[in-house]
């Protein structure tokens, strides 16, 4: 079994759908051939669910980030925010300096990115394990790019070959937020690393397309995330009602429910679909925003928000309901972007209802694996749930109708296979 190190970074739950990739990795290369370490930070008990001990060979560090360093200094707990710590409320003048001043914290000092005070701690790691282990590959994934600077310090140390997983891109981010004259210094960084890899991996096509711009003398593979095969929906009983769930947060620039609700609302005024037989239910963070867009409809007794729920709860959601919604980011730049959402929804095994930009790899998933329908207007939205509603009034549920053999090619099974491949031809250099 030829050993590989793992560089990766979990901050907390919010990255779980991130660390879902990673965990399906380690979980799976055993059985192609490679045997993982993971070098992260120290789990707190709110993430002790992102890798358990007793699976996976974990080496973890002590952190804390820049900005802790510097409330330390200042005398301010660590563990609260400015505001809170000084009891300065949101919106006012010290709260706006204080706003500024963090921008340019994090523009000046947070170079690459704020966890660059692990470097010195995953060095460490990173050294400890390839010592003590007879180690063949490495793997860094970011964000955040202090994983890479990692990996590219130990490849050289010890000439190891080494893939450098980009999840999202660096410079070539579309949401980079940093200043034109940071991002043409952080471009040159960003070619002395990367170009220093034997191979590099992004999720999806588009993405892989704008790295093989700048790094057209690299291998790079696309290996796109995925679901656990052994968490699939086991056919747990449906609602007995015609419900569409959706799971997680909603971002009001970028993500509107509003054309369903108009849609749904026209139906049931036409009496084409009976408002007591629908139930629409979102599970996760929301704003009330959207309670004023259900209003705006009249969907009050419909629409229903339940606000954050365990992890867990969100998925026996998912598994009882007729429909899933999913809402896709109204942002052409998005086109090569999986949300981990579809894949959660891909092993729930119910349709997916997914409404927002056309066009991306999203669109093309849910076409390929005829797992659900993309909408974009209100007519097509309109045609779904009249075909769908008179098929649960006829049968008592939604027939589910995803090709499962396409499906598997977005399981964390197929992903470790993929990653051991890339692993394997790197390791002949």
């Not at 000084?86 to 001043?101: E, P």
């Not at 980079?176 to 002395?192: F, M, P, Q």
């Not at 579809?342 to 209802?353: G, H, S, T």
């Amino acid at each position: 079994m030829k050993k590989v190190i793992i560089i990766t970074f979990y901050f907390s739950q919010k990255e779980i759908i991130a660390s879902v990739r990673l965990r399906g990795i380690a979980k799976y290369l055993p059985e192609f051939g490679w045997d993982p370490t993971i070098i992260t930070i120290k789990q707190t008990n709110d993430d002790k669910y992102l890798f358990d001990h007793n699976k996976y060979n974990l080496v973890e560090t002590d952190y804390r980030d820049i900005y802790s360093f510097i409330k330390l200094f200042f005398g301010i707990d660590p563990n609260k925010t400015i505001n809170e710590s000084l009891n300065i409320q949101n919106g006012n003048h010290l709260s706006n300096l204080f706003g500024y001043l963090c921008q340019i914290i994090n523009e000046f000092l947070c170079y690459p990115d704020r966890e660059k005070s692990w470097y010195k701690d995953g060095l460490e790691a990173g050294i400890k394990s390839i010592e003590n282990y007879d180690c063949e590959a490495l793997i860094s994934s970011s964000s955040p790019v202090t994983t890479h600077l990692i990996a590219h310090t130990l490849s050289e140390k010890y000439n190891l070959p080494w893939i450098a997983d980009l999840r999202d891109l660096w410079t070539q981010n579309h949401y980079y937020l940093h200043s034109k004259i940071r991002r043409i210094i952080e471009t040159r960084l960003e070619k002395k690393i990367l170009k220093t890899a034997d191979a590099l991996s992004t999720v999806s096509d588009p993405l892989n397309n704008l790295l093989s711009k700048r790094y057209s003398e690299k291998k790079i593979f696309t290996i796109p995330n995925g679901f656990d095969p052994e968490k699939m929906n086991p056919g747990v009983p449906l609602s007995k009602v015609y419900t569409i769930t959706y799971t997680g947060s909603i971002y009001k620039r970028w993500m509107d429910p509003e054309p369903l609700f108009k849609a749904l609302s026209e139906l049931i005024f036409e009496e084409t679909i009976n408002a007591s037989e629908i139930s629409i239910n979102f599970y996760g963070r929301f704003d009330f925003w959207l309670e004023d867009k259900v209003a705006k409809y009249n969907l009050e007794d419909i629409v229903k928000f339940h606000g954050q729920v365990p992890h867990d709860v969100a998925i026996r959601k998912q598994w009882e309901s007729q429909i899933l919604l999913l809402l896709t980011w109204n942002n052409p730049e998005e086109k090569g972007i999986y949300t981990g959402k579809v894949f959660e929804y891909l092993a729930a095994k119910r349709p997916i209802l997914s409404l927002g930009f056309s066009g991306g790899v999203v669109t093309r998933l849910i076409t390929d694996t005829n797992a659900g329908f993309h909408v974009s207007n209100e007519y097509e939205i309109k045609n779904f749930l009249i075909k769908s509603y008179n098929e649960y009034k006829k049968n008592g549920f939604v027939q589910y109708n995803g090709i499962q053999s396409e499906i598997d090619k977005y399981s964390h099974y197929e992903m470790a296979r993929k990653f051991s491949e890339a692993l394997d031809v790197i390791s002949l250099r």
